[in-house]
């Protein structure tokens, strides 16, 4: 290789990574928006009766799940883990992937990154084209996931669950199974009450962390793979992907080949959405980038996640479904957005901006690089403030699940840990040691920057203490199963009930004695 052509190779290098990074500059302040208010309704919003509400697929049970998958976390690794829980434990498959599909492609942070790198015609799309998919899919679902596949996924699910030791089947978490005591989530609270509490803000913000640090990976991908495509694919090669000027076929090429290409990229969630301006920028059609964006659900990760949840028979089924669903509803859209002549006109010849300037977004991130510290600072810190009752932190990724209703979790002596998926789990089974220290979990609250993929180093508590006494009631408390924990002078405090826990809070002085907690 001559000088000439490493000198032309670093520059190309060196302008995909600028035009990467501009990308993420410019929707910075969307990205930490968007994943506060997901946290924020995460936290607020209830969930107990959500398994018993999808017991079929009629529209109002499918619309009840759509609302319940837009407050989820906008994660596909944990939506499918999600999705398949419910379904093993009684909901009705079609209305499990009618969530599935609304926590991917219906939640705020979605919109916002859309409204930024496309502008809002794309957001709005993305708002039509996910109803239409849902209702898709539950008219004709049922055609091509018969009962018999169904049925036999669902007994696969029983199956394994009887193998691994994972809570998936149907009935009520037990203590033994990471369940919070008395009340779950804290106790059945009004939305009031949760606004006003400190540990609820907590909580909230652990979910926001938790989902930035779960996503990182496939943000950084996804913007970098987004800027090389923008610099270094000539519009030559898209003109030849994507067909031109044959009016209807031209869009219905577009929607087809649009998912087809979400297949192969290998990225999934938010992290595609960049992608999706850079096909936007190379001459796709409006329903073909609506397609693409749908389409996260059938990435090839995730493709090899359904099969090994429900069997390659009824996977090969639902993938074929989504893909024409996704085609068909960004076909639409199209159509839609066409006929009131709401389809942008003109494509950006750069994504983002060619260099720094002082304008509303750079404002707009510093305001929000701001609010993200204290967002981290709140969970980082949540301890302080009485949060985490009920909630568990995932070892390996970092997501916050709730131990009551965790898609997986994995007991290593007397400490149960809880995970938002299998593959989750399956990856703390293979090496344990590197995901705890003296069997006690890492915390994986990390400051932003670790969170956003710049690795993570690992926080080792005190030696995993294996029994509590209640100060309160004087009850010995297994801390694994504990419904509340506090710090109080350096010292965690482990609780029987939420009651308990109330009474210390108003007055820690009287009960906190040495020793209240013991180590092994």
């Not at 969307?30 to 999808?54: D, H, P, W």
């Not at 599909?101 to 708002?127: K, Y």
């Not at 036999?152 to 193998?163: E, F, G, H």
């Not at 840990?417 to 989750?424: I, K, L, N, T, V």
């Amino acid at each position: 290789m001559t000088s000439l052509a490493v000198a032309g190779f670093l520059l190309d290098l060196g302008h995909s990574l600028r035009e990467a990074f501009f990308m993420l500059w410019e929707t910075l302040w969307a990205l930490v928006l968007g994943f506060t208010l997901s946290g924020v309704v995460q936290a607020f919003v209830s969930k107990e009766k959500m398994q018993a509400q999808m017991g079929n697929h009629r529209p109002l049970t499918v619309a009840k799940a759509s609302i319940y998958g837009m407050v989820s976390s906008s994660c596909s690794y944990a939506a499918s883990a999600m999705s398949k829980s419910i379904f093993a434990k009684g909901a009705d498959f079609i209305t499990a992937m009618a969530f599935m599909i609304a926590s991917t492609n219906l939640v705020v942070e979605l919109g916002l990154v859309l409204l930024v790198l496309l502008g809002w015609q794309f957001a709005a799309a993305e708002f039509v084209g996910g109803p239409i998919m849902i209702a898709l899919l539950a008219s004709v679902g049922g055609l091509v996931l018969t009962a018999p596949i169904i049925e036999a996924a669902r007994k696969r699910l029983t199956a394994s669950a009887d193998d691994d030791g994972a809570p998936n089947v149907p009935g009520p978490a037990s203590p033994s199974d990471g369940a919070p005591v008395d009340g779950g989530e804290g106790v059945q609270d009004s939305l009031r009450s949760k606004i006003t509490t400190p540990a609820a803000w907590a909580d909230a913000s652990s979910y926001a962390v938790a989902d930035v640090t779960m996503l990182r990976k496939e943000l950084v991908i996804g913007y970098l793979v987004a800027g090389f495509l923008a610099v270094l694919v000539p519009n030559g090669w898209w003109n030849a992907l994507f067909l031109h000027g044959h009016g209807f076929w031209t869009s219905l090429e577009n929607a087809l080949v649009g998912p087809l290409i979400a297949v192969i990229s290998w990225v999934c969630s938010i992290g595609n959405v960049p992608l999706a301006a850079a096909l936007w920028s190379g001459g796709i059609s409006f329903g073909g980038v609506i397609a693409f964006v749908f389409a996260d659900l059938i990435a090839m990760p995730l493709i090899l996640i359904y099969a090994k949840f429900y069997g390659w028979r009824l996977t090969i089924r639902l993938v074929a479904l989504f893909y024409v669903l996704m085609a068909i509803a960004g076909l639409v859209v199209e159509l839609l957005f066409g006929a009131a002549s709401l389809i942008p006109t003109s494509r950006p010849v750069e994504i983002a901006p060619a260099h720094f300037e002082w304008n509303y977004t750079a404002y707009l991130n510093l305001v929000f690089i701001i609010v993200g510290a204290a967002v981290w600072w709140l969970a980082r810190n949540r301890a302080r403030s009485g949060g985490g009752q009920g909630y568990a932190i995932d070892p390996v990724c970092g997501m916050q699940v709730r131990t009551s209703d965790a898609p997986a979790t994995a007991l290593v002596g007397r400490t149960r840990y809880s995970f938002c998926a299998d593959r989750c789990r399956e990856r703390f089974e293979a090496d344990p040691d590197r995901f705890t220290a003296d069997g006690a979990v890492h915390e994986a609250m990390e400051p932003l920057a670790v969170a956003i993929g710049l690795g993570r180093k690992p926080v080792q508590r005190s030696a995993a203490i294996t029994e509590a006494i209640d100060p309160v009631c004087a009850m010995t408390v297994d801390p694994a199963t504990a419904a509340a924990r506090r710090v109080h002078q350096g010292a965690e405090v482990w609780f029987c009930s939420v009651r308990c826990a109330e009474r210390f809070d108003a007055d820690p002085g009287s009960f906190a004695t040495p020793g209240s907690t013991m180590s092994t």
